[in-house]
């Protein structure tokens, strides 16, 4: 049965475990992100094809060589407002739908455990006539 705590996570936002995973739709290069050295790595020097560098400049250089789209490219499609309503819509018709079965379900489950239609109505057909 649907509790209202239940109820309650029915309109909870999402969880973001991270920064770039809530980044992910509109920054299409999160991902690669996840690569960049760790904050105690990025100013270790490092040293490729002869050149001393930092780790972080060297995270840049490789993407720059192996990707077109910059690394903090937007994705601008996502941020139309047609499409943030489209989203927000199917949100709340999902939210909407869920809500509905679980009162639904509730409704039934209280009206199979009642003895409301056992009782004798005759009563009530002598107050008809009348």
Not at 60 to 65: Q, T
């Amino acid at each position: 049965s649907l509790t209202y705590a239940a109820l309650l996570q029915v309109f909870a936002l999402p969880a973001c475990p991270s920064l770039l995973s809530c980044l992910g739709s509109v920054l299409p290069s999160a991902q690669s992100w996840r690569h960049l050295p760790a904050m105690e790595e990025v100013f270790r020097v490092e040293t490729e094809d002869g050149q001393q560098a930092f780790a972080a400049t060297q995270f840049f250089r490789k993407y720059r060589n192996t990707n077109q789209k910059s690394l903090f490219q937007l994705d601008f499609k996502m941020l139309d407002p047609g499409t943030v309503v489209d989203n927000v819509v199917k949100s709340v018709c999902g939210r909407g739908n869920m809500m509905y079965e679980g009162i639904v379900s509730e409704m039934f489950q209280l009206f199979k455990n009642t003895t409301v239609f056992d009782e004798d109505w005759s009563a009530l057909e002598t107050v008809k006539k009348r």
